[in-house]
């Protein structure tokens, strides 16, 4: 009687929250449609001429101020892209430097480092070269080409020269790195750091890391495609040392006393007439300046800005574009007026848009939430998350009461859950004594079978079993009631009340026999099915329930599953019914008499059949 109670109040709880929640998903509709259309769009109506007038005047003042934070950032950029090319450099050539001073690398292992400097090119493509100028004069190089054989290494020694040696006396007047000037080497222009190597205040060496201008110049040919602009480094006033022209261009001309070329021989007009004339303006702190320069296209904007500490002339990093790239910001104030009075139409329609897709989520909600009440779950997706938070909160707290419901689904029978569902009768559930037809379904020498084989083995071929034995049980309306170790019980006639149980619970055997013969197992299966008197409903503790069966048809039809391995068949999947069962069948039931046997706790004789689909009724078999 608590029970009944306690379900009665928890059903009356549901039933009060489930309308109470569709009234408010009802007004929730309503209010979004209306709220959004009326009171966005009117506040869009009545803020548009306000908002016009101070955006014009704001916006006069801020376009100064923006175009000069945008030609910052832009040569902030460009920088930083070009130091994220000479910064290889100078960690490659710290590395080696610190590694030698304590012994990590020893500088003389050429093996050592052609590996090492292969793997960093590896990651470091456009490394071109890895020297070492030992003590005496020598030098040892690791060069990086790409030609038809592919990208390769190429080593090579070189014995001591004048030059060499003038160059390491300079090399030790530096106390760490330094870069040194443009050289012109095997048809390339390198730019190089080299820093001085030291072990216990010994002079081991030189470590000169290179790349070359030809790299440099495709990573502004880069940057000009991502900027929509043209990049540029010269090194001083008139040497170019990084350019997308540079790519194309002949270095026939180039030599050790001019590694670079010149801005004539660039032929960029605009850079040579830049060259020419004084900065028209600076930026606010002073990082770049910019000229306005006439070509034969039209007029450029050239931003510019000067970087030390790369060799003897400072590196001038730059780009210029057509001018009216950025004097389209001013003209576009004048469309701001226009755009605004477009934007009041477009913001009520986008209030009826947004309140259409706000309203879409709770609709598509609450037609999930019918699919649940169906317990329909496996055909409910998950909702997809939402930018309102509230709906984001709706669609989390669902995914997760599905996600709980098909947990509950895989514990509880889903027959009595539907049938609850569909009545909404909570005495459904109530302790009853009705007659049922129970089935018992067990592997045949599972146990000696279970112990060659591994936990994860035993649990996969079960799993198998049990989903093929639940498809059928559920097909013909049955209701699950428990897994025993390798065996499954289930019965008929309740919680629906089916007058032809008995005769599902056949169906249901012969549909498992089927399967699994399809299936392809190996294993023999027991199937006994029995018909009778039995208490069923909730029974256990008022917080752990299961919907059972309980009585002497349970035990019956248990003995009869023992049963059928006593008796001599050559069938793979072996079936037997009580006489109460073939009983309540149809003749288009196959069936042969097998006779009266004594089971254990019942004095009576119990009379059985082996249920099959090629015999016909016969009598008692031999």
Known sequence: MVNEDKHTQHTGVIDKSARSQSNRQTRLKIRISTLLALTIG???????????????????????ELLNTSAAMIVESIEDDIFSLTTPIEEL????????????????????????????????????????????????????????????????????????????????????LFWNEPFFDQGRTHISATVPAYKDGIFLGAVLVSSTVHHFSGLVDELSGKYGATGFVLYGDNRVLAHPKLLNLSANTLSS?????????????????????????????????GYVVEALDGEHLVLTSIVSGFGSEPWVIGQYSPLSDWSNQWSRLSDAALVSLGLLIASVIAA????????????????????ISELNLNQIDHLPPSRVSELNLQAVAFNKMLDGLRWFQTYLPRTLVRQMLKTGDPNLVLPREVELTVMFADIVGF??????????????????????????????????????????MAFWGAPQDQTDHA?????????????????????????????????????GAVDRMNYTVIG?????????????????????????????????????????DCGEFTVKGRSRKVNVYRLCDTEKTLGPSA
């Open 93 to 176: 050539a710290q590395s080696l430097q610190e590694d030698a001073s304590t012994g990590e690398v020893d500088l003389h292992d050429t093996d050592f480092l052609r590996a090492y400097f292969k793997g960093v090119v590896a990651s470091v493509p456009y490394l071109t070269d890895l020297a070492i100028v030992y003590p005496d004069g020598s030098l040892f190089i690791s060069t990086h080409v790409t030609d038809v054989e592919g990208p390769r290494l190429i080593t090579s020694y070189e014995p001591p020269a004048a030059g060499t040696l003038q160059y390491l006396k300079d090399v030790k007047g530096y106390d760490g």
């Open 42 to 64: 009117g506040l869009v109506a009545i803020s548009a001429g306000a908002v016009l007038l101070v955006s014009t005047y704001a916006n006069f003042q801020n376009t100064t």
């Open 447 to 488: 146990t000696p079978a279970s112990e060659a084989m591994t936990p994860q083995a035993t649990a996969a071929m079960l799993n198998r079993h049990f989903e093929i034995l639940n498809r059928c049980i559920e097909a013909e309306g049955g209701t699950l009631d428990k897994y025993i170790g390798d065996a499954a």
């Open 503 to 539: 005769e599902r619970a056949c169906r249901a055997a012969m549909a498992i026999k089927r399967s699994l013969a399809e299936a392809g197992v190996e294993y023999g299966v027991k199937i006994a099915v029995h018909t009778g008197p039995l208490i069923v409903g909730n029974i």
């Open 352 to 371: 009826l848009v947004l309140a259409r897709r706000l309203a879409a989520p709770i609709h598509r909600s609450t037609e999930e939430a019918i699919k």
């Open 552 to 592: 002497d048809t349970v035990n019956t039809c248990a003995r009869i599953e023992t049963l059928v391995g006593e008796l001599p068949s050559d069938e793979q999947t072996r079936i037997l019914i009580s006489d109460a069962t073939a009983r309540l069948i149809s003749p288009a039931f196959h069936l042969i």
């Open 257 to 289: 006393n001019a590694p670079l070329h010149s801005v004539a021989a660039l032929d960029d007009a605009v850079i040579s007439q830049m060259l020419m004339q004084p900065p028209e303006f600076q930026g606010n702190d002073g990082t770049f300046v």
